[in-house]
């Protein structure tokens, strides 16, 4: 075929894979008439991610007909059941990990089967993460994001401490042994606290069971008589002796006591800290730090969980879009649709890309972390691809500051209990307050009432 003949027939295949691709996403919506949906989390005013959904929206209308409705509400424990029980949900929310199955059985979330199934998103879903979406062969969520517990450091700190190697990587701590080390050397050297366990907010629970499970304990069994906490157990008071000799022995612990997840930033952020359990994700991880303490990006580093007596094992949490239960056929659609375009789903069109690359093109040049990762929620080896792709033109740290971490495979991750986890955190908190501010407390007997406490007035009621 001559050269003059090929560039015409290319023209009409591209023009006709654009036609295609157009023609799949748009048999989900009915254009002619006007459709109308809400979305929650909206960003705020201040938020330099307004103007994306903004424009988005935008794209919905004109594209689909469809009408966008910002609703700045965000999930919470004590805002969702009075939303919820009223119908005033937004067409599509945020919710966590811990609570997806008790928002499932509450009916509180749609049915997305037919609608996800028809798009084929079902069948890239991480498999670890499905059940939390998944009830009975149906379906009622999409998994947002996926993070791994690790541990986040101040690499400032480390180099005043003598902490790094001769190529300036950080000599991150393996064992919990070898964490009271590394925080002793950190405090001596530079005055400054070691490590930092949090306690309020129940971020003391979220950070405490990493070091439960990797002493070998366990929080919650489902019985032949339901389910039981099994908190007091000699692996979990183990665990909690070694947090309490972190400060009274080890003396490595922040001065203050009540450190809640906002607070624990800013000790980090600030240089007055320098280990403490995070979230690793994709991106905007450290977003928070950097723009608040103004911390420089290449000062963040992140490491594994470290191993106890039972290895390494780290929480896997993260969030999950739902859709109000009063959603029309129309408006599920709509609303994948929606994620489609937000860069929310497995879909690896240039159009299903386009937001994320927005995303990382923008935090690079905010001077946020590009490079680290959170878990896949989309398992699809194309869609992995795709995202890696886009995400190494953006690549703004040394990786090797973040590659223990990005070695998922020598961490077991462990889901968030699946009955009333959140409540579990707030009672852990006290128990962790209690032994860090008395020296003379007892972690058997704490946990003992703990546990008790936690059967009575949530896994009971539950067993009913």
Not at 70 to 96: R, V
Not at 151 to 169: P, S, T, Y
Not at 221 to 243: C, D, H, M, R
Not at 303 to 313: K, T
Request: glycine residues 8%.
């Amino acid at each position: 075929m001559s050269k003059k003949r090929t560039l015409p027939v290319i023209i009409i295949l591209l023009c006709a894979g654009v036609f295609f691709s157009l023609f799949i996403h748009d048999k989900y919506i009915k254009k002619e008439k006007e459709i109308i949906i809400s979305v929650g989390d909206w960003p705020r005013e201040s938020s330099s991610r307004r103007a994306f959904y903004e424009e988005y929206a935008a794209i919905m209308k004109k594209k689909h007909n469809v009408v966008v409705v910002a609703d700045e509400w965000s999930y919470s424990i004590d805002s969702f059941l009075p939303k919820a029980a009223s119908g005033q949900l937004p067409n599509i929310y945020n919710t966590w990990f811990t609570e997806s199955k008790k928002i499932i059985a509450s009916g509180y979330a749609a049915d997305i089967t037919g609608p996800l199934r028809g798009r084929g998103w079902d069948q890239d879903i991480n498999p670890v993460i499905l059940p939390l979406v998944k009830e009975n062969g149906r379906f009622y969520g999409i998994p947002r994001d996926a993070y791994l517990m690790g541990l986040m450091c101040n690499l400032d700190l480390f180099r005043k401490a003598g902490l790094v190697d001769a190529a300036g990587i950080p000599e991150i701590p393996q064992t919990f042994a070898e964490l009271t080390e590394t925080a002793r050397t950190i405090k001596e050297q530079t005055g400054c606290a070691g490590f930092l366990i949090a306690t309020h907010g129940n971020t003391g629970g979220w950070h405490f069971m990493n070091i439960a499970w990797s002493f070998g304990a366990e929080f919650i069994k489902e019985t032949t008589n339901g389910w039981k906490a099994v908190f007091n157990s000699p692996e979990a008071v183990a665990a909690l002796q070694y947090i309490k000799d972190l400060q009274h022995k080890a003396g490595v612990l922040p001065d203050t006591i009540l450190i809640d997840w906002v607070k624990s930033q800013e000790l980090i952020g600030t240089g007055r800290c320098a280990m403490k359990f995070e979230a690793g994700l994709d991106y905007h991880g450290f977003d928070y730090v950097i723009d608040n303490y103004h911390i420089d990006k290449d000062d963040i580093a992140m490491g594994s969980i470290p191993a106890g007596p039972a290895g390494r094992v780290a929480l896997l949490g993260g969030n999950i879009y739902m859709v109000a239960p009063n959603s029309t056929d129309d408006q599920i659609n709509a609303v994948l649709e929606w994620l489609r375009l937000m860069g929310e789903s497995s879909d690896t069109s240039r159009e299903g890309l386009r937001n994320m690359e927005e995303v990382y093109k923008n935090d690079a040049v905010a001077g946020y972390v590009v490079g680290n990762s959170g878990v896949p929620v989309w398992v699809n080896p194309e869609y992995s691809a795709a995202g890696e792709r886009v995400k190494s033109q953006y690549i703004n740290v040394n990786l090797d500051y973040f590659q223990e971490f990005l070695d998922f495979d020598r961490v077991t991750m462990r889901l968030e209990e699946p009955v009333n986890c959140q409540e579990l955190y707030q009672i852990l908190d006290w128990v962790i307050q209690t032994v860090l501010t008395d020296p003379n407390a007892d972690p058997q007997d704490l946990l003992d009432r703990a546990s008790m406490e936690f059967q009575k007035n949530y896994l009971d009621k539950v067993n009913r």
